[in-house]
């Protein structure tokens, strides 16, 4: 399974933008589909958005789609989530996971490499 190490989380106002990173060792992410799932407090863990093994496709939740992005950088083995115009309801840990090759999945059963998380706060 490959390692994956979450970085970026942490305290910005509504309106604001923070960019997560998902570092992966281990393993090659090309070969991965890759996701972002979040969960809040008292809350069941949630998709946010999915990018296929070859990076051509991306699906995103309705909450999030036209505000995030997720994109990957293979040469770095590291997958991002550009967060724009975050809201307080985006409040939550802030998962990555990897999959082997996983096209066009939200379904975290699909997924079997998970990052430990980092806090995202957004005040209002």
């Known amino acids: 399974q490959v390692h994956l190490v979450e970085s970026g989380g942490g305290l910005v106002q509504t309106g604001g933008s923070l960019r997560l990173s998902c570092a992966a060792s281990?393993?090659?992410?090309?070969?991965?589909?890759m996701g972002w799932f979040r969960q809040a407090p008292q809350k069941e863990r949630e998709f946010v958005a999915v990018?296929?093994?070859?990076?051509?496709?991306?699906y995103y939740s309705d909450s999030v789609k036209g505000r995030f992005i997720i994109t990957t950088d293979n040469t770095k083995n590291t997958v991002y989530l550009q967060m724009n115009s975050l809201k307080p309801e985006d409040t939550a840990v802030y998962y990555c996971?990897?999959?082997?090759?996983?096209?066009?999945?939200?379904?975290?059963?699909?997924?079997?490499?998970w990052g430990q998380g980092t806090q995202v706060t957004v005040s209002s």
């Open positions: 996971a990897a999959g082997v090759g996983v096209y066009y999945s939200k379904y975290e059963r699909h997924f079997g490499s």
């Open positions: 281990g393993g090659t992410l090309s070969t991965y589909g």
């Open positions: 990018i296929s093994w070859n990076g051509v496709k991306t």
